[in-house]
């Protein structure tokens, strides 16, 4: 057992997205699995006063009932095989996450920074052609000047 819980999710990250069906409590491991596009349950807390977001994927999201979980292994194949249930996680997943396939969200990160560079470029060069030839622009050398003048 790791003593933080970096170390944790760096070394269970990648069962948590092998399995066919995860089965995870209310907490960021919920939004962790979707993040991989696979079917979950949700373990639904037994005692009434939990605190339970009811917007969101929670409002939506397959439920692992105490009653239900007597017979975990049919609940498994139902989220695993059921055309609806896959459906509703794909659309959460297209919600919070976009395009998910490999590769994607790098490729988009990359696009940002190189339109942030072309319009930095941009400004350089318009902002460059306003300064005339003779023109001194480092108020640098006005501040020093200022104090050890």
Not at 33 to 59: C, F, H, N, Q
Not at 102 to 129: C, N, S
Request: aromatic share 6%.
């Amino acid at each position: 057992m790791h003593t933080t819980s970096t170390m944790t999710v760096r070394s269970s990250g990648w069962q948590l997205a092998a399995a066919d069906v995860a089965i995870v409590d209310i907490s960021a491991m919920v939004y962790d699995r979707l993040a991989a596009g696979k079917p979950l349950l949700i373990t639904r807390p037994v005692d009434e006063r939990a605190s339970v977001d009811t917007g969101g994927y929670l409002s939506d999201c397959e439920w692992l009932t105490a009653d239900a979980a007597a017979d975990v292994a049919r609940e498994v194949e139902r989220v695993r095989d059921d055309a609806d249930a896959i459906k509703k996680l794909h659309m959460w997943v297209q919600r919070y996450f976009g395009d998910t396939t490999p590769g994607v969200a790098t490729a988009k990160f990359h696009a940002a920074i190189a339109q942030l560079m072309g319009a930095w470029d941009e400004w350089r060069i318009r902002e460059m052609g306003t300064i005339k030839a003779d023109e001194d622009d480092d108020d640098e050398e006005d501040k020093d000047d200022e104090l050890h003048g």
